[in-house]
């Protein structure tokens, strides 16, 4: 399974990644009452509305990415576009460091290239399914629950900053960690990602309006290892 990047160019005008937890209820009683059995798993899936495919560039490029994706057999590198989110070290840091193509243009949603700024690294290595790890602060704003970062290309989301002491700290996450993590390991804040795929092949299907702008809507669910 190849991972396929989602192509810079195309945003979408409205995003939401969702937590999906893994339940399962068994029959309701004559009380009304019923049992449920919950995993500490779960999954993500996402849904983006309105992406802005219009101009030829950018129905090439799509058209292209789709070709790539063979409706599902490979993954797709999928970025969180939640930047207003992000511990940036300073306010404005995002746009003192973006910089637009030659011609000062930038992507579809303003943003432009960007080098990352924030370092924040695990402290001790992690086992698999851990929901609990310790990072080292080196360069970033304030870490706070709801906070999203990725450590190869999985996606979480900060639950509670449960300790500080120093640079130091120890966060509680979902999903649990998807694989072993080595102590040093990179944490990424500044464009956390996730490996998903498109739930159906109708979803990437692209509608052209006079034969030039398009606004497809479309959902993924995550890859699970």
């Not at 929901?131 to 706070?144: D, E, P, R, S, V």
């Not at 804040?189 to 497809?216: E, I, N, Q």
């Amino acid at each position: 399974m190849a991972i396929i990047e989602w192509p810079l160019n195309v945003a979408p005008r409205a995003l939401g990644f969702h937590m999906r937890g893994m339940t399962v209820q068994g029959p309701r009683t004559l009380t009304g009452r019923s049992q449920v059995a919950s995993l500490d798993a779960g999954f993500w899936t996402a849904t983006m509305r309105g992406l802005n495919v219009g101009g030829a560039a950018r129905v090439k490029a799509w058209r292209a990415f789709i070709g790539l994706v063979e409706g599902g057999a490979n993954a797709i590198r999928v970025p969180v576009f939640d930047r207003e989110q992000i511990p940036w070290p300073v306010a404005g840091t995002y746009a003192a460091t973006s910089t637009g193509f030659d011609d000062g243009t930038t992507f579809t949603d303003g943003t432009g290239f960007y080098e990352r700024v924030i370092l924040i690294t695990i402290n001790g290595a992690a086992a698999k399914r851990a929901t609990q790890i310790g990072a080292t602060i080196g360069t970033a704003g304030t870490i706070a629950a709801g906070v999203y970062f990725s450590i190869k290309d999985r996606l979480h989301v900060i639950r509670e900053v449960v300790s500080t002491s120093g640079s130091d700290q120890t966060w509680n996450i979902w999903p649990p960690l998807r694989e072993a993590v080595a102590d040093n390991a990179v944490i990424d804040f500044d464009a956390p990602a996730c490996l998903m795929r498109f739930v159906s092949d109708p979803s990437t299907d692209l509608d052209l309006t006079y034969g030039r702008f398009g606004f497809p809507d479309i959902e993924l669910v995550e890859v699970l290892p």
